[in-house]
């Protein structure tokens, strides 16, 4: 079982750049796809981005693409979220998310990170 720890957030103003890193733990971390998901106050939980096994395949939400960059470093077991040009809109708690086998209903989450973007 993976245990994923989030990191990076902050407060940043708008057009500015964050990047998150999500470490995992106590599993083979090149044996899972990686996600990153994000929830806003009132607002239920979206899809960001997400990562295959080696580094690819990469698909990212319609909101985020162009501006947001998911990549991972197997050796160091690190998922990570490259955030550009960000907007208020994107002010948000991001989770990273991890399974091995569904690209689309992972099952170990960690506990998040705040991403504040001020306008």
């Known amino acids: 079982q993976v245990q994923l720890v989030e990191s990076g957030g902050g407060l940043v103003q708008a057009g500015g750049s964050l990047r998150l890193s999500c470490a995992a733990s106590?599993?083979?971390?090149?044996?899972?796809?990686m996600g990153w998901y994000r929830q806003a106050p009132g607002k239920e939980r979206e899809f960001v981005a997400r990562?295959?096994?080696?580094?690819?395949?990469?698909s990212y939400a319609d909101s985020v693409k162009g501006r947001f960059t998911i990549s991972r470093d197997n050796r160091k077991n690190t998922v990570y979220l490259q955030m550009n040009s960000l907007k208020p809109e994107d002010t948000a708690v991001y989770v990273c998310a991890a399974d091995r086998n569904s690209w689309y209903r992972p099952n170990y989450w960690g506990q998040g990170t705040q991403v504040t973007v001020s306008s």
């Open positions: 990562i295959g096994w080696s580094g690819s395949p990469t």
């Open positions: 106590g599993s083979t971390f090149s044996n899972y796809i």
